[in-house]
């Protein structure tokens, strides 16, 4: 017996990917369905060998569903999620809206899964932002064994975790520098992202941080442990698919990298690429359409007692997204549930 699963913004990025992670994942579904806005109505998304014509989300009634999985902006689903949550269904929510409400659980499954069994308060659980997923899936198991004080984070992140038009507008804008007269101005980004890095994602606080650097210090204090410290600066580059890290992690105790090596790999979701030589390392390219956070150019950091250095890669919008969403239905269906 499996589930009845809504996929909610199946016609973007995530909602796609959605789709096909739980095909590809072998979800028990019984039944799925595939809503969008009412001007995407009847645009056709694949499900493994299934092809789904999709819904009016406004016109949809949740009840009896099992589980809904949101990829819209925070004020769609702020209309809609309260709705299927109230009808019984149980929301797993890929924007901003819940990651912050203290009676919504913030969930990596590698990391927090327990945390699972808040959701009832809401019947929502909500994902977490694609940069700070990716990241506390290889802090987890460094924290569990000597306890971080401080992170320092700079990301590289791909064009993708912005949208389609975001994609579009690097594919648009790299073609017109090779011909004259077809150059394209920027109007996702507020400067040029072909052949360029902008440091700015999301809007800017009062503090000069910026949104997207607010979040993985917020998100890493829920999902991992309130009292690390995290500082951020948060990059946009010229990359389609794939986000990366570089992380610098201060410990309470000395942990070799070595040891920190080893760690790594047996911790769940990780895949450790790392040799000291040209091409010993990943690359945000190398891991498109791939499940694992992948971890290279594990060193000390000798400017600090007990210090390491780390490069992190993954797929934003499967781990950074998609993916986990479907890994905490996977949980929610082995703890909670228990249908599949």
């Known amino acids: 017996m ?20 739980l095909a590809e994942r072998q979800f028990p579904v019984d039944e799925i369905v595939a809503l969008a806005s009412r001007r995407s109505m009847g645009t056709e998304v694949s499900f493994g060998e299934k092809t789904l014509k999709t819904l009016d989300l406004e016109q949809f009634d949740f009840t009896g569903w099992d589980i809904a999985l949101f990829a819209i902006g925070s004020d769609a689903t702020k209309i809609y999620a309260p709705k299927a949550a109230q009808a019984g269904c149980v929301v ?23 945390a699972i069994m808040g959701y009832s308060k809401k019947n929502i659980i909500a994902n977490p932002n694609c940069s700070t997923a990716q990241m506390v899936v290889a802090l987890k198991p460094l924290h569990d064994r000597a306890t971080i004080k401080r992170v320092v984070v700079s990301t590289y992140q791909s064009v993708s975790g912005s949208g389609k038009e ?20 920027p109007s996702v980004y507020p400067k040029q992202i072909a052949f360029n890095v902008i440091p700015h994602i999301d809007v800017f606080l009062d503090d000069g941080s910026t949104k997207e650097e607010w979040k993985m210090v917020a998100e890493t204090k ?3 442990d309130p009292k ?25 105790d000395f942990l070799d990298e ?18 000291r030589e040209d091409g010993g390392y990943m690359t945000p390219i190398e891991c498109v359409g791939e499940y694992a956070t992948y971890i290279s ?37 082995q703890r909670v549930l228990k249908k599949g």
Not at 240 to 246: M, R
Not at 258 to 273: F, K, N, W
Not at 315 to 333: F, P, S
Request: with cysteine.
């Open 166 to 185: 975001a994609i579009d507008e690097l594919w648009n804008q790299t073609k017109g520098m090779y011909v004259p007269g077809q150059e394209v101005e």
């Open 228 to 252: 690390i410290k995290v500082t951020a600066t948060c990059v946009r580059v010229p990359v389609f698919v794939g986000h990366s890290e570089a992380i610098n992690i201060e410990f309470e």
């Open 258 to 275: 070595d040891e920190a090596r080893d760690i790594l790999r047996e911790s769940p979701g990780i895949m450790v690429i790392d040799k």
């Open 92 to 114: 797993i929510d890929n924007s901003s809206l819940y990651r912050y409400d203290p009676a919504v659980p913030l969930i990596v499954p590698e990391v927090n899964a327990d």
């Open 297 to 333: 150019r594990i060193r000390q950091d000798s400017t600090i007692d007990n210090g390491l250095n780390i490069w992190c890669v993954s797929d934003n919008l499967r781990k950074g997204a998609a993916l986990n969403a479907v890994q905490i239905a996977e949980l929610l269906g």
């Open 2 to 21: 499996g589930y009845k699963v809504a996929v909610v913004g199946a016609t973007g990025n995530v909602g796609r990917e959605m789709l096909n992670i």
């Open 222 to 224: 829920k999902i991992v």
